[in-house]
C-alpha cells in the first residue's frame, strides 16, 4: 500500500508490544493476580490480551473492507476460531440477523478473553446464538460439538498463532465441518517475494515470543490445502498487497468434499 514503508509496519508493532508489557507486569499485581507472575504462559496470555485491547479496535477499520464480506457468508451453525475479544461480533450479528446464523461457538483458549467475549455477545444481541467455549479445537466435542456438525468455520488472524500445531488443528477443524461445509479464511502468511521474506525471518526471531507464538512464516494456504479433501478451494492474495508488504493475506473460502 505504501511501498517500502510497508516494511516498517511489523517493527513498529513489535515496539508497541514491548511497551505494553510493562503495564501488563505492574496490572497483574494490582488486580489481585500476582500469582500470575510466577508463570510465563499466565503472563504472555495476560500481555496479549492487553495488547490486543488496543490493537484489536485499532486495527480493525484497515482490516474490515475485506473481513466483513468474508465473514458475512457464514450460515448454519458456525464455529468462529480464536475470536480473542470478539471484534468481529458486529458483523457476525449482522448475518444472525438475516437468519442464515442458527448457532456460533467461539473457540478462545485465553481465559483473559473470556469476560469480554462475552460481554461483546450481549452488546451485539448474540446471547442466545454465541456460545463462547474456553478451550483447544482438540478438545470440542467435550462440549457437544460433534464432527461433521458444522455448516462454516471461520479463522480471522488465528491460524498465524497455533504454534507448531497448524496442521493437525486444521485437519481436527476440517472434520468437524459437514460435507459442503465451508471454511471462511483471512489469514497473514508468509510474504510472497523474496526480499520481503528475508525480513519476515529476521523479525520472526522475536515475533513469536512477543507476540503470543503468532508466526509470520507460516504458509497457511498449503496448511489449509491439505487438511483434508476439498470440493472447491478459492484462496487467493489480499488486493492491495504488495511487494513490500510485511503481512501478507490470504483470504477466501475452502468448501468441503463429500
Known sequence: MFGPLDLLVPPILLFCTVLT?????????????????????????????????????????????????????????????GPASGIWLKELGDVVRRGAITKIYGVEPNPNFQADLRKNAAKYGLEKVYQPIQAYVQDLEKFGVAKGSIDTIITVHVLCSVGDHSDQICKDLYDYLKPGGHWLVYEHV????????AWQKLLNLSWPILLDQCELLRDTESVLRNAGEWAAVDLRPSPGDGWFQGLPHVEGKLIKAG
Open 190 to 197: 508468509v510474504a510472497r517475494f523474496a526480499v520481503t521474506r
Open 21 to 81: 508489557l510493562p503495564f501488563t507486569l505492574l496490572l497483574l499485581p494490582v488486580t489481585g493476580r500476582a500469582g500470575d507472575l510466577a508463570s510465563i504462559a499466565k503472563i504472555r496470555n495476560a500481555w496479549f490480551k492487553h495488547l490486543w485491547a488496543w490493537f484489536g479496535p485499532g486495527s480493525k477499520p484497515i482490516f474490515a473492507p475485506r473481513v466483513q464480506p468474508i465473514v458475512s457468508q457464514a450460515k448454519g451453525v458456525c464455529i468462529d476460531v
